[in-house]
């Protein structure tokens, strides 16, 4: 899973203030071999263009302590989201089905930062049966691992 490697640097939108986390998804989504690398996050049935998907479930972790398991686990199974005011998402802790959606060069939804959560969207309509890929845009390879997202407008590394 391509995801696992990255640390995603987005920045913050707006601080909503939650605190009880609650991480829902709201299309049914599988998750099953992906086209793309490792597992890969399906849905089940049509989204429509711009309606959020949900939240990408973790817990959150100081950036501090996002380093240090970073190091800890060398390229194993990364999958942090940077937050805002030093904090990270760490989702490969207590995550959900939105944890496998792999890098796509051309992708069907797209990622937002909002105060503590991680929301997708879809980008355009996507139909039942798709994978769901998201550009995962800076990551901390910085442009130099090379993209298996297999799109004809593939940029080749991220
Ligand atoms: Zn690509």
Known sequence: MLYFHYIIHIGCHLFTGVMAMQYN???????????????????????????????????????????KRVKALQNKSIAMVELWNGKVLDASIN?????????????????????????????????AGE????DYGATHHDGKRPCTCGSVQCRGFI
């Open 25 to 67: 998804i709201y299309y049914p989504l599988t998750v099953t071999k992906s086209s793309i690398d490792g597992l890969g996050a399906y849905t089940c049935c049509n989204i429509p263009a711009r309606k959020k998907i949900g939240s990408l479930g973790g817990v959150i972790i100081s950036k501090r302590e996002a380093n």
């Open 95 to 127: 995550s959900n089905a939105l944890r496998y959606i792999n890098h796509c060069c051309t992708p069907n939804t797209y990622m937002r930062v909002c105060g503590y959560y991680v929301e997708f969207y879809a980008l355009r309509t996507v139909v």
């Open 131 to 134: 994978e769901l890929t998201c």
